[in-house]
């Protein structure tokens, strides 16, 4: 293990039901979790995931689970094994198949069910293999107040490309500084999933797709033009 990974918590009975797993089934009572959390420095978010995992493991998974926290800041190589888009990203590599959650980790209930450690429900919806898309906000007609409504994007990638990158960032302070507590961001591989950019027909990346409010809108680049993607984004008025 490397200065930049620790382990929060190895049970050594672990290593006997490791070895005993279902493949690409989800997990099981009998499973063991090896999870992977790649955290950037020990900023407030990061500090935030780790104790959010932490506290769910324990109440959980207790006796049956093993945490490396990777720091990206100390070893960012580490990352292009998993192919880390976005950070804290929790990695769950075992039980098959691998699962990735973008976050904090602080909605306890959808971390649940992005483990299989919980059914799905209508207050946990439906999980990407990226991140898990929290519950669905009401549809807007397209004629209410834009600055209550609450936005549903989508960021189409290819891998951990410097472009890549410099899209999530732009996208996530964009989003922070605009749409603080009223948006919800999923961050999609093309690589890892190509059926979903052929369902809304992505021809290039990276794409960002405003999915709500209504009318559907595209951009397509690194997102630096800011005011052009607030102008596109309904957030700032032409002129």
């Known amino acids: 293990m490397t200065k930049a990974a620790r382990s ?24 063991f979790w090896r999870l992977r959390l790649y955290v950037a420095g020990q900023t407030a978010r990061s500090l935030a995931a780790i104790a959010n995992l932490k506290k ?13 926290v990777i720091d990206l ?16 990203t929790l990695v769950r590599q075992l039980p098959k198949p691998m699962r990735k959650i973008i976050g904090d980790l602080s909605n306890t209930e959808r971390v649940l069910v992005g483990l299989d450690l919980r059914q799905h429900s209508r207050e946990a919806v439906s999980w990407r293999t990226e991140v898990m898309a929290p519950k ?3 549809r807007d007609s397209g004629k209410g107040d834009r600055s209550a409504s609450k936005y549903v994007l989508r960021l189409y990638v290819t891998g951990i490309t410097p472009r890549s990158k410099l899209a999530i960032e732009n996208v996530r302070t964009i989003c922070e500084e605009h749409l603080k507590g009223r948006y919800d961001l999923e961050v999609v591989d093309i690589y890892q999933q190509p059926t979903l950019a052929k369902g809304e027909q992505i021809i290039a990346a990276p794409t960002l797709v405003k999915k709500l409010p209504l009318p559907l809108r595209r951009f397509i680049g690194d997102m630096s033009q800011t005011d052009k993607i607030l102008l596109g984004l309904d957030l700032r008025k032409k002129g």
């Open 73 to 88: 800041i100390k070893n960012p190589k580490l990352a292009a094994g998993d192919q880390i888009l976005a950070i804290p």
């Open 136 to 138: 669905a906000p009401k």
């Open 56 to 68: 769910i493991c324990e109440e959980h998974m207790a006796g049956k689970y093993s945490v490396e």
């Open 8 to 31: 929060i918590r190895r049970p050594t009975a672990a290593k006997k039901a490791a070895g005993k797993r279902g493949k690409g089934k989800g997990a099981g009572d009998g499973d």
